[in-house]
């Protein structure tokens, strides 16, 4: 279960930038659903062949904003490795109820489904956050901590919900100015 290629809006749909609302609990089976299938969205982009044959860019989040439902659900797969668990969410209503004061960052800077144009620079976001939400899969409320590119990828999603781009994140003047004390991820 996938989105098409034209379903996901790009940057320049004003929609990108709006603001998304809060999904109400207990959730609706069409909540559900759409979090579910946002999930899905990104583990078939995953897949090589799947991907080519359906013309559908690899990634590892996707907002509902995304493709158009303005509605704080999301969805995220992140392949850790094989010492560690995959991370895999579909979250309503996530929030960020702590962060650390370290930043941290892409080497390569970050990418975005609805952003053709390359932006480069560095994106600084916090390197540790815990974020309480509701996850669709387990069917409660819940609250966890992120470190690292998981928690870049998470703040990522749910800048959607605010209308705000990696992009926006980039220094205008010197995109890869080093963070000080900054984590660098590979």
Same mark, same amino acid.
Do not use: T
């Given at each position: 279960?996938?989105?098409?290629?034209?379903?996901?809006?790009?940057?320049?749909?004003?929609?990108?930038?709006?603001?998304?609302?809060?999904?109400?609990?207990?959730?609706?089976?069409?909540?559900?659903?759409?979090?579910?299938?946002?999930?899905?969205?990104?583990?078939?982009?995953?897949?090589?062949?799947?991907?080519?044959?359906?013309?559908?860019?690899?990634?590892?989040?996707?907002?509902?904003?995304?493709?158009?439902?303005?509605?704080?659900?999301?969805?995220?797969?992140?392949?850790?490795?094989?010492?560690?668990?995959?991370? =895999?969410?579909?979250?309503?209503?996530?929030?960020?109820?702590?962060?650390?004061?370290?930043?941290?960052?892409?080497?390569?800077?970050?990418?975005?489904?609805?952003? =053709?144009? =390359?932006?480069?620079?560095?994106?600084?976001?916090?390197?540790?956050?815990?974020?309480?939400?509701?996850?669709?899969?387990?069917?409660?409320?819940?609250?966890?901590?992120?470190?690292?590119?998981?928690?870049?990828?998470?703040?990522?999603?749910i800048d959607h919900f605010s209308g705000i781009l990696f992009y926006?994140?980039?220094?205008?003047?010197?995109?890869?100015?080093?963070? =000080?004390?900054?984590?660098?991820?590979?």
């Open positions: 279960m996938f989105f098409k290629a034209e379903e996901i809006i790009k940057d320049s749909d004003h929609l990108i930038r709006e603001k998304s609302k809060p999904v109400e609990l207990p959730l609706s089976e069409e909540d559900k659903k759409l979090a579910l299938k946002l999930l899905s969205h990104v583990k078939c982009s995953q897949d090589p062949k799947l991907s080519e044959k359906e013309n559908i860019r690899p990634a590892v989040g996707i907002a509902a904003v995304q493709v158009g439902v303005l509605k704080q659900l999301l969805g995220v797969c992140i392949p850790m490795g094989e010492d560690q668990e995959d991370v =895999e969410l579909a979250l309503a209503n996530p929030k960020i109820i702590s962060s650390s004061v370290q930043m941290a960052y892409l080497k390569e800077g970050e990418g975005c489904l609805s952003v =053709e144009d =390359e932006h480069a620079g560095y994106v600084p976001r916090s390197a540790r956050i815990k974020i309480r939400a509701y996850d669709c899969i387990q069917d409660k409320e819940v609250i966890f901590r992120l470190s690292g590119y998981p928690a870049i990828v998470l703040q990522h999603e926006d994140h980039i220094n205008p003047i010197n995109p890869w100015q080093p963070v =000080e004390d900054a984590i660098v991820l590979e």
